[in-house]
């Protein structure tokens, strides 16, 4: 059997920890949305984006960016109304599943709207210590083409927050009602929804915004066990090159 020799082996270790180099670097550059804005390669270590307020707190009166709403359309058809509508910034989603509706007959759409909301405009923060962590965000939708709005749902309700948020609320004319709410990804929070109109995260710890890391720090951190082992593998080739061919 024919073995590379130990110097082809060395080089080849090199050449695949360079590969794996160049792919983490790739990796951060895309976090920003950079060389690859639709697929990171590191995605899941970048931290979440600056919460963009519709009344923003005094610290980020200067960097706020105005937060999206959005208008979108499921399609009704005989098997269900699977879909879901989403704020361009992803801070505010409605998903609905093939049985989250009824279909009434001649109705061949529902269309989603979702507007944010300053909610110290809607009413005071929950009772309890807790403090709005987000916008509010108002969600109507009607079905299509009458424009008769939808009075039956189970739908899911999907909010970013800022720091700390633990609880989604649906306001309910006079107050905030809590709804069973479970954390769907980094600084979100999902819960399920009978009705629509105005909803907002909430938390009661005070947290501070998520720190934005830089790339470098981020491939330093994810490249430092390719280095070790690259130096590992490299002391012990050579060690294995030093060493005098055994008489046949």
Known sequence: MTTAPPGRRTRGVVIGLTVAGAYLLVG??????GLLPRAPVLDGLQPPAPYQWVKPPPDRAKDNQTPSGATGTIQLTSIGSAGSVSTP???ASILFDSNSIPVPPGQTSVRVTITPLDPSVVGPPPPGGYHYDSNAYKFDATYEPSGQPLTTM???IVLSFATSADHIFHWNGSGWDPLPTTPAAQNQLFAPAHSLGTFVAAGTKVGAP?????PLILVLEVAAPFVVIAVVLIVVLGRRRGKPSRPQ
């Open 28 to 33: 951060a550059l895309s976090f920003r949305g």
């Open 89 to 91: 910034d992803n801070q």
């Open 154 to 156: 189970t739908v899911t």
């Open 210 to 214: 998520a720190k934005q890391v830089s």
